[in-house]
């Protein structure tokens, strides 16, 4: 079936083709286009995954602004010491290479979705069939008071990799031994359930190992509860003990201001001076270029249908990724991945009537609390009741063996090489 | 555990025995479904880590395996999730297309 019409869409059978299909927009020009605005965990899988699998049937364009990609995963894992910088950063020559991708190094400024078109700063335009926006998110850096992009240097968020991520370890390294840290936790939903926590964990970890041990982590959290929070408060109390300090809303009462020129955080409990970090994760929201297109609700994220990934709001449009709402799945580079493989099925299925099967999601985040001391938390979903639902969910336990949690690093290790190969190779 | 014990001439072995097929899986289904261990096992075999090579077992070897997470007998969180929403059908799909892979010796 699948061959069979792919063959009607080249040759004397186009006209019938396009007849059949009752698609003649798509049929009218020699191949199908699909754009994928952003280069990270959804887009370059949904990229990689729809040139390999469409063989060359469709043209596949990739926009991503950054020369390289470093992965927001495992950055945690650089700021503990337990990887370098360049093994989380990566090139996109041999995903474009491999698969036949027409990598263009710009960014989207604006979509036309009347004329089906991606502007680029740049000035070119990307006609489309099907548009995949991957965005990853954006800082409301309005949400902390007193806190701008103008302060993200004094007070670095490092929840976009890059610089900032470099940033936060070359601060974290310059603390002195008895300084004091405020992390400001970020509000749901955001990028990385467990991240800032795995974030404190690694932080400890840095100063304990470089003898500061007097150093005080403070948590300002806006949640009730958080992700993992047994099992990263067990690990606090066994290896960090004294170290961090996580407060809740009812115990701080609220997050009042920072100032950035003093080092100062004002909560309704206390005011901490002369902080020697302050690592702000302020409220996020979909990337400028959904939310500008239209594509975002009230809440700031994009609705997809579930059973796809498809735009709410624009059949020729998928959205994947932290920018999009995925109902019962955490945003991670795991969800993004595991999304855009159903967007790419879904997408050779309108285009070259690719055969397609129901959607299933899956998602693991791994945590790494101390050396060889790593936990997991994941999932299977699916659509249902007009969401992405869990259809089953696991996490670890407290109290595992030591041998299991080392077991669980070694598997986080293998993902991180893993999700990599498959996103970019 | 590993399946690095395997020896190359399974290959062989699985290749003949994929047109007669003791375990006929959909393929096509299977590589569709593969896309989600390949997100932790590589296509190209390597081993990293405690991410094993799933590529090139023999069919029947692979459905134990598969089984034995999805009853609970084999622990792991992760792949007693993966396997337990898998129905034998796609079990043996899955099987059907990894096991065809080239298998080529382990690369740590």
């Known amino acids: 079936m699948d061959f069979n019409r792919r063959q009607l869409l080249t040759g004397a059978a186009a006209v019938a083709g396009a007849t059949m299909l009752g698609s003649p927009s798509v049929l009218a020009q020699a191949k199908p286009r699909v754009v994928v605005i952003g280069g990270g965990a959804g887009g370059a899988t949904a990229a990689k995954y729809i040139a390999k699998d469409s063989a060359g049937a469709i043209a596949v364009t990739l926009v991503e602004p950054n020369a390289n990609y470093q992965t927001c995963f495992h950055s945690n894992l650089y700021l503990g010491g337990f990887r370098d910088y360049a093994s989380i950063t990566h090139e996109y020559t041999a995903l474009a290479k491999n698969n036949g991708i027409d990598l263009v190094r710009d960014r989207a400024t604006m979509i036309d979705r009347d004329k089906k078109e991606v502007v ?301 190969a498959d996103m970019l190779g | 555990m590993t399946m690095s014990h395997l020896p190359a001439m399974s290959v062989s072995l699985l290749l003949a025995s994929a047109s007669t097929g003791a375990v006929a899986g959909d393929r096509e289904l299977g590589e569709y479904l593969s896309a989600e261990c390949v997100t932790c096992h590589q296509l190209s075999g390597r081993e990293t880590g405690a991410v094993p090579r799933i590529t090139g077992w023999p069919d029947e070897h692979f459905v134990a395996v598969m089984n034995a997470y999805k009853d609970k007998h084999r622990d792991n969180l992760i792949m007693q999730t993966i396997a337990g929403r898998l129905a034998a059908d796609e079990i043996e799909a899955l099987a059907a297309y990894f096991g065809a892979l080239q298998s080529r010796s382990v690369v740590k």
Request: a positive charge; charged letters at 20%.
């Open chain 1, 120 to 420: 680029l700063a740049g000035g070119r335009r990307l006609p489309y069939d099907r548009l995949v926006v991957s965005p990853g998110i954006d800082l409301k850096y309005d949400s902390v008071p007193g806190w701008s992009q103008a302060a993200e240097e004094a007070m670095p968020h490092a929840w976009k990799p890059g610089a900032q991520t470099l940033l936060l370890r070359k601060r974290l390294d310059a603390v002195p031994n008895g300084g004091v840290i405020v992390m400001i936790a970020p509000p749901n939903p955001y990028r990385c359930p467990p991240g800032p926590y795995e974030r404190i964990s690694m932080m400890a970890h840095s100063l304990k190992a470089a003898g500061k041990d007097r150093c005080k982590i403070f948590v300002i959290d806006p949640k009730e509860s958080f992700s993992k929070q047994g099992l990263f408060q067990e690990g606090w109390e066994k290896y960090y003990k004294g170290m961090v300090e996580w407060l809740g809303p009812k115990v701080h009462d609220g997050l009042k201001s920072v100032d950035p020129a003093s080092g100062t955080v004002v909560t309704g409990f206390e005011t901490y001076k002369n902080a020697a970090l302050v690592n702000v994760i302020p409220a996020q929201m979909a990337g400028a270029i959904a939310r500008d297109s239209g594509l975002a609700n009230a809440s700031g994220f994009c609705a997809i249908d579930p059973s796809s990934m498809k735009s709410a709001v624009d059949a020729n449009i998928y959205v994947l990724g932290d920018a999009c709402i995925a109902g019962d799945m955490p945003k991670s580079a795991f969800s993004a991945n595991s999304q855009a493989k159903v967007a790419a099925m879904m997408i050779r299925g309108e285009l070259v009537a690719a055969r397609t099967f129901p959607a299933r999601y899956t998602n693991t985040c791994w945590s790494l609390i101390e050396t060889d001391d790593c936990v997991k938390v994941g999932g299977a979903y699916e659509a249902k009741d007009g969401k992405i639902a869990a259809s089953s969910t696991f996490v670890s336990k407290t109290g595992e063996t030591a041998e299991m949690r080392k077991q669980q690093q070694a598997e986080n290790m293998g993902w991180y090489a893993g999700i990599t």
